[in-house]
């Protein structure tokens, strides 16, 4: 079924106005009491043309479901009750579809709803534009900027639980089909005065709440931080819990919404590590020391914190002590180190925590920057949200630096405001071609001006007193301020001798006075050029630089020396002038659309209309000058087809339809119905009605018409109702009534029918069974003839079956006989057949035999002269392919020590059987050596070369064959036991034994460590690792051994050598024979002469300088299979091996 589309419009059901525009009469109390009426109806949004008022609910109400969110979708600004979404949807709508870029502009003082008002746009703006998972992700990341930026930058205040302590201003990017691409966000003048001290019912940011109460123990360990908030001097005490916020849990959600932005987990770390240490660096204090020159020092009292604060930051703790107690002035040439005293240190300590958190906020945004920062360069259409400051003004003269730029800022936003909604108002007209008339508002230009003019500007002045020369304090500035504004007719102060506020005592003497747009607000002087200056001492910064922490080091550029920077860092003040006069150029090339929050009460309360705080409000966001400019040509305009729609029953030409264009009918309509003509005008798509009281006219007179209608429309139902109900009785009796007839009728023609069919039923009886009387006495007749010229018919027919049967049967004997003759005939004739095949069978075998005889005969000589060499060939052919098919098969295995070969098969092949036999056990020794590594290689060298050496020469020979050739059997390089010998030796080592050293005197064994490198052979203590000898290889001449299973060898040294003094070694080891080829092998590469290796079981060995013959005799096996050494006599060692 089609839906029914209703048109609807802001004036349905209107509670007050939903649009100033049409306050009737417009003044201060009908403003406010249309506020509160719509606000005590849960009304919260109001308009001024296009500008949307919100006032702060302090509750939540169901209107962002997702239900309102599709109730406002594509619907034009009017058609609804006053909703932030409509103003949302328009700005949308009209950046997709008009290719507009947007600025959405949040006013309001603090509380009044300015950061929620910006999520609601945020998350309707999501809601409605494209859907799918890229576009998704990209959502949900510009949406989780919010509670990371909300932790870091927002605390409670005692104005709200929640209040952004920054100015925020966040460009989303859209592609051509309104899809979101992704954002950028600037922040504007973090309050880190806020990170110090915070005034009496306020807290810190909430971060540092979050992770004391969210963090694990684990974390806070980490950290180096305690749960408990009465730790830390920074957490200001009284208020340290809020109601209705549960500080762990939004640890949880903005660890959550790092994650999602896309911090990794190094960089969520390392801003935690930074925010405990700014917690942290509020804990230090320090003591005075007087020192002998009479100056007061400052020392700091408890050196705990301060260590672990460096060990968090990888600071270097003597650097960061240093710090806190020297401040270095650097001149040109020069360098000046004074001393800080207590108060000086107290400052550095403070400026260093508010410099290192407000500049890790800063650091955050560009990295949430980094992030959702689109990824396309294709071009993109912009809609700016701003949510900044309202403007602040403080009781008791408490004003101060902040408060002036917070001001500031407004008022430039003011002057835009009115620049953009004059500039909107007047394009409107000349589009639509109305008159302009000139209106009249008042321009704050001027005190603009009065702040930012270059030259005589109060932040001018304020730069040129930092930088001057001289003592500078705030009361030079103000004496300054004086001098130059005083004739200024928006700034006050009593100081200026010709003051026009001598005698105002309302104003103090450290205080000036600026008449804002919104209102006087005066300024506490107090602080101003210290805020200003916003100094950190140069030794604190290069400090930081110096840090061992990623995120700190970058934090402070200006800290590294090579980048030293004598000029000074441009001030608080310049700095905010500039960013904000970019984001005026920026918000002026937008079309802006305004939301002005308003705050009902003081206490944060829900259904409190506090009027005066609500008229304070509205005179200074300037809201009636707001209406009176956009009533000042005409109040009220729309297009021509909502109007006639919404009025066509107002006239008989145009109801119910109007067949013309819209506007004609509008002309019709508006002159039949008498209005006077300078009430309204005639634009190109829209009516233009000066007076609201014209509009409301319209509205009563279609109220009273609507009525008329409803009236007529129920009387002519009525009517036709009844009509319609008797005409239905009328034709329902009529079909009645033939129903009946018809009923009766049948009823009547059923009995004469069933009388009918009896009388018939009896006549016809009658009639047939006369027939069949007749029809039997037929039927019998009929039956006699039949019987009768039956029989006759039988004699007949036996008769003719007998002739027949006659003459059958001699047309039988007729047939055999003729078939007897027939065979007869054709056997003779096969017979015949048969002797004839015969005979040519006999024939042609005996012609075969006789041509075989010839052909024999005739080749008998050429095969005796050919065949016999051919047969003979051919047979050993055969033999040959079937030795070698059988050899294939029965190959042996391809291992090269098995010695299975197959039987020769043939004599005559005896000498092939065994070269081939030979031949593959060379192939198969190639492929297992082909296997081999280098490293197996070598070894497979070496126990080739042992074997050259020693086999059948050693008895010890066969059971080193098994060993595998380790060499290193001491892990020298790693045991830390040999540390001391391993630093001794810095060659490769070859060989790393235990070995037994052969005492001469007694022949008792002592272990050693027998060393063999590339060139030398060495032998060290095996405790202590301190080498005893070494042995260049080239003095090696003789190794001497026994033929016996001992493992006993002298190690000859060449005579005279210095190694020689002390004489030839008599070892003895296990492994012999792996270290005689060793050393063999090493002294043939190193000194290319072959080692002698004598193999004897009786031979000499210097001792000092004694020969000792080494005699080896066949010993009892007492000791086991151990050999026994005894020296017999001064010139015989015996050695018993048994
Ligand atoms: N539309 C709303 N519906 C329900 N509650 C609201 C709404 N707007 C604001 N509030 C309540 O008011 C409180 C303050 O609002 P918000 O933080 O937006 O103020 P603000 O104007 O951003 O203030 P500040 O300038 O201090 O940041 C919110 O925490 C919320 O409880
Ligand atoms: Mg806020």
């Known amino acids: 079924m089609a839906k029914m ?57 169901p209107i962002y479901n997702p239900e309102k969110v599709e109730e406002y979708r594509n619907r034009n600004f009017y058609e609804l009750s006053p909703h932030i979404f409509a103003l949302a949807d328009e700005a949308y709508r009209s950046l997709r579809d008009q290719d507009k870029d947007q600025c959405i502009l949040i006013t309001g003082e603090s509380g009044a709803g300015k950061t929620e008002a910006s999520k609601l746009v945020m998350s309707y703006v999501a809601a409605v534009c494209g859907k799918g998972a890229e576009v998704n992700q990209v959502k949900e990341q510009l949406l989780q900027s919010n509670p990371v930026l909300e932790a870091f930058g927002n605390a409670k205040t005692v104005r709200n639980d929640n209040s952004s302590r920054f100015g925020k201003y966040m460009d989303i990017e859209f592609d051509f089909k309104g899809d979101p691409l992704g954002g950028v966000i600037s922040n504007y003048l973090l309050e880190k005065s806020r990170v110090v001290k915070q005034p009496r019912g306020e807290r810190n940011f909430h971060i540092f709440y979050q992770i004391l109460s969210g963090a694990s123990e684990e974390f806070l360990c980490k950290l180096k931080l305690e749960r408990d908030f009465s730790r830390y001097n920074y957490l200001g005490l009284d208020s340290a819990r809020v109601n209705g916020v549960d500080d762990a849990s939004n640890f949880r959600t903005v660890r959550n919404a790092m994650q999602i932005v896309g911090f990794m987990d190094h960089e969520t770390q390392s801003v935690f590590e930074v925010v405990a240490a700014v917690l942290k660096l509020g804990n230090i204090e320090f003591k005075p020391e007087s020192r002998a020159n009479g100056l007061d020092e400052s020392k700091i009292k408890d050196k705990n914190e301060l260590k672990e604060i460096c060990e968090l930051t990888g600071i270097d703790q003597s650097v960061l002590e240093r710090a806190f107690s020297f401040r270095t002035v650097e001149a040109k040439q020069e360098k000046v180190s004074t001393t800080l005293n207590v108060a000086q240190a107290y400052y550095a300590r403070d400026a260093l925590a508010k410099n290192l958190y407000s500049r890790l906020f800063s650091w955050l945004v560009t990295r949430i920057n980094e ?14 949200v701003l949510d900044i400051y309202g403007f ?25 405001f009115i620049e953009l909604t004059l500039k909107e108002e007047q394009e409107e007209y000349i589009r639509e071609g109305i008159e302009w008339t000139h209106i009249e508002y008042f321009n704050n230009a001027i005190i603009c001006d009065l702040i930012e003019n270059n030259q005589t500007g109060i932040l001018a002045m304020l730069d040129e007193e930092c930088l001057r020369p001289g003592t500078v304090t705030d009361d030079t500035f103000l004496e300054k301020l004086n001098q130059v504004c005083a004739t200024h007719q928006h700034f006050e102060s009593r100081m200026s001798k010709c003051s026009r506020f001598l005698n105002d005592t309302s104003l103090p003497h450290s205080c000036f006075r600026i008449q804002h747009y919104a209102g006087k607000v005066m300024y506490q002087v107090e602080g101003f050029v210290d805020k200003n200056n916003d100094l950190l001492y140069r030794d604190l910064s290069q400090a930081m630089w110096k840090a061992n922490h990623s995120l700190i080091k970058a934090l402070f550029p200006e800290g590294n020396p090579a980048k030293i920077n004598l000029k000074r860092p441009p001030t608080a003040g310049s700095q905010f002038k500039a960013s904000v006069a970019t984001l005026m150029k920026n918000l002026q090339t937008k079309n802006p659309n305004y939301i002005r929050c308003i705050k009902p009460n003081d206490k944060k309360a829900a259904h409190i209309f506090n009027e005066a705080l609500v008229c304070h409000q509205i005179r200074y966001l300037g809201l009636l000058e707001n209406v009176r400019v956009r009533r000042a040509g005409y109040a009220f305009r729309q297009p021509y087809e909502p109007c006639l729609e919404r ?78 109900r008797f005409l239905l009785m009328k034709k329902c009796q009529i079909v009645i009534a033939s129903w009946y007839r018809r009923y009766a009728q049948q009823k009547k023609y059923q009995k004469i029918k069933s009388s009918a069919i009896t009388v018939q039923s009896y006549i016809r009886g009658w009639k047939a069974r006369k027939v069949l009387r007749e029809l039997k006495h037929l039927k019998r007749c009929n039956e006699a003839a039949t019987v009768i010229a039956a029989y006759w018919h039988g004699t007949q027919a036996r008769r003719e079956l007998r002739r027949l049967k006659d003459e059958a049967r001699n047309k039988h004997a007729i047939a055999v006989i003729w078939a007897f003759w027939l065979g007869y005939k054709a056997r003779r004739e096969l017979k015949r057949l ?101 490293q197996q290689k070598l070894i497979y060298e070496e126990k080739l070369e042992a074997s050259e050496l020693f086999k059948d020469k050693k008895a010890l020979y066969p059971a080193s064959v098994g060993q ?175």
């Open 5 to 61: 589309e209703v048109k609807t419009s802001l004036l349905d059901d209107m509670i007050g106005v939903g649009d100033m525009v049409l306050l009737e009469p417009l003044n201060e109390d009908s403003f406010i009491n249309n506020l509160k009426k719509r606000f005590d109806h849960n009304e919260v949004y109001t308009y001024i043309g296009s500008v949307v008022i919100s006032i702060n609910p302090y509750r939540s109400l």
């Open 371 to 384: 992030s959702i920062k689109a990824q396309t360069k294709v071009r993109k259409k912009v809609m700016g």
């Open 392 to 416: 602040e003004i403080f009781e008791n003269a408490d004003n101060s630096f902040e408060q002036f730029i917070i001001n500031y800022c407004n008022e430039k936003l003011q002057q835009i």
């Open 647 to 724: 009025y066509k029953m107002l006239c008989k030409q145009t109801w119910p339809h109007w067949r013309g264009p819209a506007r004609a009918g509008v002309e019709v309509l508006f002159n039949e119905l008498g209005i006077p003509e300078d009430e309204f005008s005639f634009g190109r798509s829209k009516i233009f009605i000066r007076n609201p009281r014209t509009l409301f006219k319209l509205e009563d007179l279609r109220k009273q018409r609507l009525e008329d209608l409803a009236t007529l429309i129920e009387k002519i139902y009525r009517g036709w109702k009844c009509r319609t």
């Open 834 to 934: 048969k002797e004839e095949a015969r005979r040519k069978h006999a024939v042609a075998v005996i012609w075969a035999y006789w041509l075989g005889l010839k052909v024999r005969r005739e080749y008998r000589k050429f095969f005796r002269a050919n065949a016999g060499r051919k047969i003979y060939e051919f047979t050993l052919q055969r033999l040959m392919q079937k030795y070698f098919l059988e050899m294939k098969n029965k190959m042996p295995s391809l291992s090269p020590i098995d010695k299975n070969w197959p039987a020769r098969p043939y004599l005559f092949l005896d000498s092939t059987h065994k070269e081939l036999k030979r031949i593959f056990h060379l192939w198969r020794c190639k492929k297992y050596r082909d296997q081999f590594t280098d």
């Open 964 to 1138: 595998p050739f380790q060499g290193a059997y001491l892990e020298i390089s790693e045991n830390p036991k040999y540390k001391k010998l391993k630093d001794a030796v810095d060659e490769k080592i070859i060989i790393a034994e235990v070995v037994n050293k052969i005492n001469r005197a007694n022949g008792k064994a002592a272990s050693r460590i027998f060393l063999l490198t590339k060139n030398n052979v060495l032998l060290a203590d095996q405790k202590s690792g301190t080498i005893k000898s070494e042995v260049p290889l080239g003095d090696v001449t003789k190794v001497s051994m026994s033929s016996q299973n001992d493992g006993f060898f002298a190690v000859h040294l060449k005579e005279g050598s210095e190694a020689a003094s002390k004489g030839d070694f008599l070892l003895s080891s296990d492994h012999l024979i792996e270290m005689a080829t060793k050393l063999y092998r090493t002294t043939l590469s190193q000194t290319k002469q072959k080692l002698n290796i004598e193999i004897s079981d009786e031979f000499l060995v210097q001792f000092k300088q004694d020969k000792v013959c080494v005699k080896f005799i066949q010993g009892s096996q007492k000791n086991g299979n151990i050999p026994t050494c005894k020296r017999k006599n001064n010139r015989l060692l015996e050695v018993a091996v048994p």
